[in-house]
């Protein structure tokens, strides 16, 4: 071949597909490949493809033999996809990353770059990078967020792996990446990290998304049950709230749902979906990692129980003519409590970015990751799912303290949290006395009132674990002494 290509990349989903086209609208030239061929001569063949710097191929080594050194090769490969490898990574979908991965490794060249931007876990690009570096070759674990239509236009890209690779992807991925800033130039995108930094913030990101989404879940389901809104009067309301510090994309789909209608039934389309939500599994991992570090991510645990309790559907209608409880509507003024719920969603929501904050830290230093806090931050700012104004101050907040322990402490937040706390409580107190389920609400408002209080029941908690396990406690009067044990049974008061 003449010409060889910039980047190739493996796997023709519609991700796949929409970076592939994002490439060549930026003058590079793509190779491309998918188990099933017959994809490939479609795809290529298109209306919209044909006539593009598009080359297809129908095997790996055809694909690295139509790119130019140092060879970059993108993954975008669904689960169970492709070929299985002989073992598989830590989690059962990664066996058919780790197949290509090995025949890759014996395809390509020392210096070329394997790059995986599939929705993957830490841990497998941590053992994959270890493996590819040993074979003289490059890694990429990138997080790509956004979806298709940010795959298309401008995604969220958080790159990490060999550090070495980053000044050869670097040009492709920040020219797709989404644009920020005054001037609309600034790309979100950037160097995260070694090893399996870019994806473990990637999977940070889908838990905050989490979180974002069950919060603006339940806003609307206060303003639906307890105000009884209607769904144009919803549409109002959210697109009241993206003009202000809820501007975000999440808020702003969410204010255009409340206006489609069912073109069959002409009822708004909301109101006629199943109420069972589905998960990929990102927002489970967070939550499984938050504990391993022993950090509070309540939130998206939060998040990910809704889910599991809504998919648990014909018991909750059983459950439902079984299970009394109160009911109602708010009786005050409705102005106000909109207001309120509005100051309860963006308290809330500081509290679940500052949890996701807390458990980056804690993996930065568990994994030895230089984490720009500010900068990841920006990298949220457009393109992907999370995008919000909000950001903004997260940057601000990191830029004056790099070393900020909590987002709660940095002053903007501390006095929008404190401005927003009575309105936040009176929601909380509001959802008990209707019993309209706010878990993600309550759990943050639990997490600001455990954070903010110098004192816990936790020595009574350790006073238990030393009387029936002998774990040992340690003393308030005592600093830098002990542990300490008491035989508890021997100790304690006789009955007079």
């Given amino acids: 071949m003449a010409d060889k290509c910039d980047i190739g990349l493996m796997g023709l989903a519609v991700m796949g597909e929409n970076l592939v086209l994002n490439m060549e609208d930026h003058g590079f030239s793509v190779a491309?490949?998918?188990?099933?061929?017959?994809?490939?001569?479609?795809?290529?063949?298109?209306?919209?493809?044909?006539?593009?710097?598009?080359?297809?191929?129908h095997s790996l080594q055809e694909l690295a033999d139509a790119l130019v050194r140092p060879r970059k090769v993108m993954l975008m490969i669904k689960s169970g996809d492709a070929v299985p490898a002989p073992t598989a990574g830590l989690y059962p979908e990664a066996a058919a990353a780790d197949g290509v991965i090995q025949q890759l490794a014996e395809i390509l060249e020392p210096g070329d770059i394997i790059i995986d931007g599939g929705n993957t876990h830490f841990r497998d690009t941590e053992r994959r990078t270890r493996y590819v570096e040993s074979k003289g070759l490059l890694y990429v674990g990138t997080g790509v967020s956004g979806g298709e239509e940010g795959a298309r236009f401008?995604?969220?890209?958080?790159?990490?792996?060999?550090?070495?690779?980053?000044?050869?992807?670097?040009?492709?991925?920040?020219?797709?990446?989404?644009?920020?800033?005054?001037?609309?130039?600034?790309?979100?995108?950037?160097?995260?990290?070694?090893?399996?930094?870019?994806?473990?913030?990637?999977?940070?990101?889908?838990?905050?998304?989490?979180?974002?989404?069950?919060?603006?879940?339940?806003?609307?389901?206060?303003?639906?049950?307890?105000?009884?809104?209607?769904?144009?009067?919803?549409?109002?309301?959210?697109?009241?709230?993206?003009?202000?510090?809820?501007?975000?994309?999440?808020?702003?789909?969410?204010?255009?749902?409340?206006?489609?209608?069912?073109?069959?039934?002409?009822?708004?389309?909301?109101?006629?979906?199943?109420?069972?939500?589905?998960?990929?599994?990102?927002?489970?991992?967070?939550?499984?990692?938050?504990?391993?570090l022993g950090v509070p991510s309540t939130l998206v645990t939060m998040a990910?129980?809704?889910?599991?309790?809504?998919?648990?559907?014909?018991?909750?209608?059983?459950?439902?003519?079984k299970l009394s409880g109160p009911s109602g509507t708010y009786g005050g003024d409705r102005a106000e409590f909109i207001e309120q719920v509005r100051q309860a969603l963006y308290a809330s929501k500081i509290c679940s970015y500052a949890q996701g904050y807390v458990q980056m830290q804690a993996a930065a230093k568990e994994y030895e990751w230089p984490l720009q806090f500010g900068s990841i931050a920006m990298l949220w700012?457009?393109?992907?799912?999370?995008?919000?104004?909000?950001?903004?101050?997260?940057?601000?907040?990191?830029?004056?303290?790099?070393?900020?322990?909590?987002?709660?402490?940095?002053?903007?937040?501390?006095?929008?949290?404190?401005?927003?706390?009575?309105?936040?409580?009176?929601?909380?107190?509001?959802?008990?006395?209707?019993?309209?389920?706010?878990?993600?609400?309550?759990?943050?408002?639990?997490?600001?009132d455990s954070y903010r209080s110098e004192r816990l029941p936790a020595?009574?908690?350790?006073?238990?674990?030393?009387?029936?396990?002998?774990?040992?406690?340690?003393?308030?009067?005592?600093?830098?002494?002990?542990?300490?044990?008491?035989?508890w049974i021997g100790e304690r008061k006789q009955p007079e």
């Fill in 32 to 57: 491309v490949y998918n188990r099933t061929t017959s994809k490939v001569d479609d795809f290529v063949n298109r209306a919209g493809v044909k006539g593009r710097k598009i080359v297809g191929t």
């Fill in 154 to 292: 401008g995604p969220s890209m958080m790159p990490g792996g060999s550090e070495q690779a980053w000044l050869e992807v670097k040009p492709i991925f920040q020219a797709i990446a989404a644009k920020v800033g005054p001037k609309g130039d600034i790309p979100c995108c950037e160097w995260v990290g070694p090893r399996g930094a870019g994806h473990y913030v990637k999977m940070v990101h889908n838990g905050i998304e989490y979180g974002d989404m069950q919060l603006i879940c339940e806003a609307y389901w206060m303003l639906k049950l307890a105000l009884g809104l209607s769904n144009d009067e919803l549409y109002e309301v959210f697109a009241e709230w993206n003009r202000g510090e809820l501007d975000s994309y999440l808020v702003e789909i969410t204010r255009d749902i409340f206006s489609v209608k069912d073109p069959e039934t002409g009822q708004y389309l909301v109101d006629l979906i199943l109420d069972t939500a589905g998960a990929k599994g990102t927002g489970k991992w967070m939550s499984q990692l938050a504990l391993d």
């Fill in 304 to 321: 990910v129980y809704a889910r599991s309790i809504s998919a648990m559907k014909e018991a909750r209608v059983r459950a439902s003519g």
């Fill in 381 to 448: 700012r457009g393109g992907c799912i999370i995008r919000a104004v909000f950001l903004e101050r997260i940057k601000e907040a990191f830029d004056a303290d790099p070393k900020l322990e909590n987002l709660l402490l940095a002053p903007y937040f501390n006095e929008a949290v404190a401005e927003a706390q009575g309105a936040w409580r009176n929601v909380v107190k509001t959802a008990i006395d209707l019993g309209i389920p706010a878990p993600a609400f309550a759990t943050a408002l639990a997490y600001y």
């Fill in 459 to 487: 020595n009574l908690l350790q006073a238990q674990r030393d009387y029936f396990g002998a774990h040992t406690y340690r003393r308030v009067d005592k600093p830098g002494e002990g542990p300490f044990h008491t035989d």
